[in-house]
T-cell receptor, first 115, second 115 residues
Framework: AQSVTQPDIHITVSEGASLELRCNYS??????LFWYVQSPGQGLQLLLK??????LVQGIKGFEAEFKRSQSSFNLRKPSVHWSDAAEYFC?????????????FGKGTRLHILP | GAGVSQSPSNKVTEKGKDVELRCDPI?????LYWYRQSLGQGLEFLIY????????KSGLPSDRFSAERTGGSVSTLTIQRTQQEDSAVYLC?????????????FGPGTRLTVL
């Protein structure tokens, strides 16, 4: 069965510093991979998604993620974080199978930004 | 508005009471999803609808939980005889289709507190 692991529950970085949020997935075939962000008091918003092709995916708000099949990872990165990036980030995997055609979310990583 | 809406935004109830949570998806979206978000647990899939039918009810935690969707639009999640462990944020999402490649658009959620 497919699964998603986000090893870090909390991450704290200084404003202006670079960011990498880790995501590992388990699935036998090529997965559909997503990153969503949940800002305080708001619903989840899609940052980016990977289906196929170029393994480096660009998203909104200056985020990018890289699919590495050999490591079963889809880590989210940003070169320089802003205070407004403080939020909870969810990695998700979806599979194109009749019985498992739903998206499974990780438990999330809460990002804290130091001024 | 054009987004997914949920009502009420907050619900406080007493143990043993029934509650109904409502979701209005984006117009034209055929797929609708319910998730439960508990502290530190990420998003737990509950049920999805394609049109008015719910092919996968496997995520519902118990038979106290039920959901329906009428007219291919509004959905109601009902929890009977609420328990304290039902306290969580219940999120609804909709998408243009059921395939996992579609982005899910999330509502702001209903925060349920069972006293």
């Amino acid at each position: 069965a497919q699964s998603v692991t986000q090893p870090d529950i909390h991450i704290t970085v200084s404003e202006g510093a670079s960011l990498e949020l880790r995501c590992n997935y388990s699935y036998g075939a090529t997965p559909y991979l997503f990153w969503y962000v949940q800002s305080p008091g708001q619903g989840l918003q899609l940052l980016l998604k990977y289906f196929s092709g170029d393994t480096l995916v660009q998203g909104i708000k200056g985020f990018e993620a890289e699919f590495k099949r050999s490591q079963s990872s889809f880590n989210l990165r940003k070169p320089s974080v802003h205070w407004s990036d403080a939020a909870e980030y969810f990695c998700a995997v979806g599979a194109v199978m009749n019985r498992d055609d739903k998206i499974i979310f990780g438990k999330g990583t809460r990002l804290h930004i130091l001024p | 508005g054009a987004g997914v809406s949920q009502s009420p935004s907050n619900k406080v109830t007493e143990k043993g009471k029934d509650v109904e949570l409502r979701c209005d998806p984006i117009s034209g979206h055929t797929a609708l999803y319910w998730y439960r978000q508990s502290l530190g647990q990420g998003l737990e899939f509950l049920i999805y609808f394609q049109g008015n039918s719910a092919p996968d009810k496997s995520g519902l935690p118990s038979d106290r939980f039920s959901a329906e969707r009428t007219g291919g639009s509004v959905s109601t999640l009902t929890i009977q005889r609420t328990q304290q462990e039902d306290s969580a944020v219940y999120l609804c999402a909709s998408s243009p289709g059921l395939a996992v490649g579609y982005e899910q658009f999330f509502g702001p959620g209903t925060r349920l507190t069972v006293l």
